[in-house]
């Protein structure tokens, strides 16, 4: 005998009703220009490859009328599929079913997942956008948001975590996204803050906005707690694509290299133009930047916070490579406590998943300023010196300019672990610069002579020759060659190539403490 037909008629209904949702609330949410929760699931994933899990699930709550109510898959549709054929986790809050608001079984359905997630060896990717915790269900909600956080946890540096806040994102619910590794945010409807403008105005008496504290583009560029805007849900997702273009699976495989058979040897003259003659004028880095990478690729990080340094992600040779470079153009190339903060991180995290390291240097050294002392800069700059000892990926330097003082060590110098590391004939490695360290230095000698200002200039010319040329640090093998700067693409394609082998060995222990 076969299956009855009204139970398979009963099993299509049901699920048909969680597919079809609310019209009303869906072409709400269309008329805003958002997708729906499932959308953005579809939307992420290859055509037909997607495997939900907990669609029939239902919440737990008896109490305050909740017994009368709805809310299918409890706010939210969880899963796993492909993109670009790997295998994927993802789930995505529903503000359509109970506002999102997160419950026991909501936790629970995300718990799972993060559980899969990480038995798998699988990136997650979250669509946030949510009221918050279940109030009807008091403590058990709290209880669900620590639950995702400890997995959040769990599951940081063992498999990429990708966040987009595409709704509002609010209190506690706020903490999940920040344990992640990259969060991305709609530009448009959606929203991030622990406390909002009301109750910030009944704490304090200040009058604020959510555009003011809880926007992406303050979370952009102020606060710095995001990587990226995104115009609306599509591009939103067109990001994560874009990311996971460049991360590996989990923490025990490589990230997609597409090595090409032969390296092309042929020069980049065009590189020798970009550079000013007088090494104190400023020059854009991301120019450098496009010459060294593939077809110009470039995936820039928090590319509108601490825009004194730039990161992110691009291919050199088919080699995934993370890159670090100090931006001239924005104060003077300066390492002040964001700029700290922000490499930090993100060196950090090419670390645990084996992405090798390229820096770029021209840095006259940290901040100066009274504002950056009280700030502790010593404590911030310090993370960059701790980030890039601790990392054992491959790791290569280029000293494009200045490299002065503690921030030449702070940029992964020899003597931080770098295994190559380049110089252009511009580069002045140094304590300080040449004008600075001859008025120490000769200052007496100076005010004597019968002309001050030639005796000076002769000074600074013979300090920089002995003291701070390139060929100076490379008679002392501290720095593996020069070359001219039309070779870097070259030269940095063939050190990645050849590093990609590397492995290094570092004292048990549990973790290192940096100094956060």
Not at 247 to 262: E, K, R, T
Request: with cysteine; glycine share 10%.
């Amino acid at each position: 005998m076969s299956i009855s037909q009204k139970l398979i008629d009963e099993l299509k209904q049901r699920r048909e009703s969680i597919l079809t949702g609310v019209p009303d609330k869906i072409r709400e949410r269309h008329e805003k220009g958002q997708l729906t929760a499932r959308e953005r699931i579809m939307s992420l994933f290859d055509e037909n490859t997607f495997q939900e899990m907990g669609m029939l699930a239902q919440h737990a709550c008896h109490d305050f009328g909740m017994e009368k109510k709805t809310i299918p898959g409890d706010g939210v549709v969880t899963g796993v599929g492909y993109i670009d054929g790997r295998p994927v986790a993802a789930f995505s809050q529903d503000f359509t079913a109970g506002g999102g608001t997160l419950g026991r079984i909501h936790a629970q359905k995300v718990c799972d997942l993060m559980n899969y997630a990480i038995k798998a060896g699988m990136p997650l990717i979250s669509f946030n956008d949510s009221g918050g915790a279940r109030i009807q269900e008091g403590v058990e909600s709290l209880s669900g948001y620590g639950q995702v956080f400890f997995r959040n946890v769990l599951l940081s540096g063992v498999v990429p975590q990708i966040a987009v806040i595409a709704g509002p994102c609010a209190g506690g619910a706020a903490y999940s996204p920040a344990l992640m590794d990259f969060i991305i945010m709609t530009k448009h409807h959606s929203s991030m803050f622990i406390c909002g403008p009301d109750v910030i105005k009944a704490a304090t008496g200040h009058a604020t906005t959510m555009e003011e504290i809880g926007s992406a583009s303050i979370h952009a560029a102020v606060s710095g707690n995001i990587h990226f805007v995104a115009e609306d849900d599509r591009h939103a997702i067109g990001l994560v694509h874009q990311l996971l273009s460049y991360l590996p699976q989990n923490n025990l495989l490589d990230p997609p290299h597409h090595p090409a058979s032969g390296i092309s040897l042929d020069q980049d003259v065009e590189i020798n133009k970009l550079i000013p003659a007088d090494n104190r004028e400023p020059f854009d880095v991301l120019e450098v930047i496009k010459r060294l990478t593939d077809n110009g690729g470039f995936l820039e990080v928090q590319k509108d916070w601490a825009r004194n340094i730039v990161l992110g992600l691009a291919r050199i040779g088919g080699i995934v490579v993370g890159i670090v470079a100090n931006q001239p153009v924005v104060k003077a190339g300066t390492i002040d406590v964001d700029a700290a903060d922000k490499a930090s991180r993100f060196i950090r995290f090419c670390n645990v998943f084996n992405i090798p390291l390229l820096t770029l240097v021209d840095v006259p050294g940290f901040l100066p300023g009274v504002a950056q002392e009280q700030g502790g800069i010593i404590r911030h700059g310090a993370k960059m010196l701790f980030a890039y000892a601790a990392a054992t990926v491959p790791k290569i330097t280029v000293i494009l300019r200045k490299a002065y003082g503690g921030a030449y060590l702070a940029m992964c110098s020899r003597d931080m672990g770098a295994d190559v590391v380049f110089a252009w004939p511009t580069a002045e490695i140094a304590v300080m610069g040449a004008e600075g360290a001859v008025r120490i230095i000769y200052r007496h000698e100076i005010e004597a002579a019968k002309d001050p200002k030639a005796r000076e200039a002769e000074l600074v010319a013979e300090y920089h020759e002995r003291f701070a040329s390139p060929y100076h640090a490379a008679a002392r093998a501290l720095i593996t060659d020069v070359i001219e700067p039309s070779r870097t693409r070259v030269a940095v394609a063939l050190a990645l190539r050849t590093t990609l082998s590397k492995r290094e060995t570092r004292p048990p222990k549990k973790h290192g403490n940096i100094p956060l």
